[in-house]
């Protein structure tokens, strides 16, 4: 059996380093291809190089007897961009990594990959058009949480002086790794109004929907039991209205509201949820800058069991606090300390607690 584990591990170890080597590969490829002087035709370049050290309280998000330890994280972002004539192509690339310091905790090692391209094309001075097909990647060495997700979308964007509306649709997918069978292809409508009645003032709102079809059969339930109905594949219809408004002046202060509801026809997974975000930047002293950010959620399950993988990957459905201090060093450099509260979500009856520090430095390009 240790034998089985420890093979178990390595295999684990090699795919990390495999998926890490070709990432790396993908990315200097495309630096490369954008800054060559013979191919080189970017018009906006930007990039960044963020890592550090942090302090986990709860390594592998348990609600009962969690772990702490220390990590080394890193992020990178990479976004080149060009115009062609009335249209633009931007690509953007950001990947991250944890890896725990104690070998304890090193099944919650996680790469984590984000890649997006995106065109814009402006038919009339009022009226554009765009395309993006995207991709996240997320694998720990130990896959508990593990998904990849991703897909392709077209919209419209239409501009009235101060107002812009935007109209788009896409057909998407969700790959759950530790359980096939809880994927999902999602076919999505959005509907977005931005309003900028001054420079410093910006309100926005909208809709969405997405009609989740899943791989595997629906759950219901027989007096007292819940049972799987064969031949019956499970649908789910989720709604989403938020508004927000942001003002940037001396300092920036973001609020928002969203009130989500999903429906399905497979027992456990029929939601109401409220969210209320907050956050401020505020500058300080000695050219340090301040950010804190607020994450509120109340949710109502018309069933007493949530029995769908794909609403507690990450940290989407918790109440949160991020408090940061950053100062920069020259045009370049900068240092970051921030500190994470994680806790359950209002409404749901089970204990969650999380807390992390994160040193960090960053070079930006």
Same mark, same amino acid.
């Given at each position: 059996m240790?034998?089985?584990?420890?093979?178990?591990?390595?295999?684990?170890?090699?795919?990390?380093v495999?998926?890490?080597?070709?990432?790396?590969?993908i990315l200097?490829?495309?630096l490369?291809? $954008?800054l060559?002087?013979? =191919?080189?035709w #970017? *018009?906006? +370049?930007?990039?960044? !190089?963020?890592? %550090?050290?942090?302090?986990?309280?709860?390594?592998?998000?348990?609600?009962?007897?969690?772990?702490?330890?220390?990590?080394?994280?890193?992020?990178?972002?990479?976004?080149?961009?060009?115009?062609f004539?009335?249209?633009?192509?931007?690509?953007?690339?950001?990947?991250?990594?944890?890896? $725990?310091?104690?070998?304890? =905790?090193?099944? #919650? *090692?996680? +790469?984590?990959?984000? !890649?997006?391209? %995106?065109l814009?094309?402006?038919?009339?001075?009022?009226?554009?058009?765009?395309?993006?097909?995207?991709?996240?990647?997320?694998?720990?060495?130990?896959?508990?949480?593990?998904?990849?997700?991703?897909?392709?979308?077209?919209?419209?964007?239409?501009?009235?002086?101060?107002?812009?509306?935007?109209?788009?649709?896409?057909?998407?997918?969700?790959?759950?790794?530790?359980?096939?069978?809880?994927?999902?292809?999602?076919?999505?409508?959005?509907?977005?109004?931005?309003?900028?009645?001054?420079?410093?003032?910006?309100?926005?709102?909208?809709?969405?929907?997405?009609?989740?079809?899943?791989?595997?059969d629906?759950?219901?339930?027989?007096?007292?039991?819940?049972?799987?109905?064969?031949?019956s594949?499970?649908?789910?219809?989720?709604?989403?209205?938020?508004?927000?408004?942001?003002?940037?002046?001396?300092?920036?202060?973001?609020?928002?509201?969203?009130?989500?509801?999903?429906?399905?026809?497979?027992?456990?997974q029929?939601l109401?949820?409220?969210?209320?975000?907050?956050?401020?930047?505020v500058p300080?002293?000695?050219?340090?800058?301040?950010?804190?950010?607020?994450?509120?959620?109340?949710?109502?399950?018309?069933?007493?069991?949530?029995?769908?993988?794909?609403?507690?990957?990450?940290?989407?459905?918790?109440?949160?606090?991020?408090?940061?201090?950053?100062?920069?060093?020259?045009?370049?450099?900068?240092?970051?300390?921030?500190?994470?509260?994680?806790?359950?979500?209002?409404?749901?009856?089970?204990?969650?607690?999380?807390?992390?520090?994160?040193?960090?430095?960053?070079?930006?390009?």
């Amino acid at each position: 059996m240790n034998g089985y584990l420890a093979r178990s591990n390595e295999h684990c170890v090699c795919e990390l380093v495999k998926i890490g080597n070709s990432l790396s590969s993908i990315l200097l490829f495309v630096l490369l291809l $954008f800054l060559l002087p013979e =191919n080189g035709w #970017a *018009d906006e +370049l930007k990039a960044s !190089l963020r890592t %550090g050290i942090e302090y986990d309280d709860n390594v592998n998000r348990e609600s009962t007897a969690p772990s702490a330890g220390f990590l080394a994280r890193y992020f990178g972002t990479l976004r080149v961009s060009q115009p062609f004539s009335r249209s633009r192509i931007t690509f953007n690339a950001k990947h991250g990594g944890k890896f $725990f310091i104690e070998n304890q =905790n090193a099944k #919650a *090692d996680t +790469l984590v990959t984000l !890649l997006s391209l %995106g065109l814009q094309h402006q038919l009339i001075a009022e009226l554009g058009m765009d395309a993006t097909i995207d991709m996240k990647d997320r694998t720990e060495r130990v896959p508990l949480r593990d998904y990849n997700r991703g897909g392709v979308g077209l919209g419209a964007t239409l501009t009235l002086g101060k107002m812009r509306l935007r109209a788009g649709g896409a057909y998407r997918y969700f790959a759950f790794k530790p359980n096939p069978t809880a994927g999902s292809s999602n076919i999505e409508a959005k509907l977005n109004a931005v309003w900028t009645p001054s420079e410093r003032l910006t309100l926005s709102g909208g809709y969405n929907f997405t009609q989740r079809f899943f791989e595997n059969d629906r759950f219901i339930q027989d007096g007292n039991e819940i049972k799987v109905d064969e031949g019956s594949v499970r649908r789910d219809d989720f709604h989403s209205i938020f508004v927000q408004g942001r003002y940037a002046a001396s300092f920036i202060a973001t609020v928002s509201y969203a009130l989500s509801l999903n429906t399905s026809n497979s027992f456990g997974q029929k939601l109401l949820r409220h969210g209320i975000n907050a956050s401020a930047t505020v500058p300080l002293p000695w050219d340090f800058f301040a950010t804190l950010k607020l994450e509120l959620q109340r949710t109502t399950y018309e069933d007493p069991v949530l029995i769908d993988a794909s609403f507690i990957v990450d940290e989407d459905n918790r109440n949160a606090i991020v408090a940061s201090f950053a100062r920069s060093f020259g045009e370049q450099w900068e240092a970051e300390l921030r500190y994470s509260l994680f806790l359950q979500e209002f409404g749901v009856g089970e204990d969650y607690n999380r807390q992390t520090v994160f040193l960090a430095f960053a070079f930006l390009y």
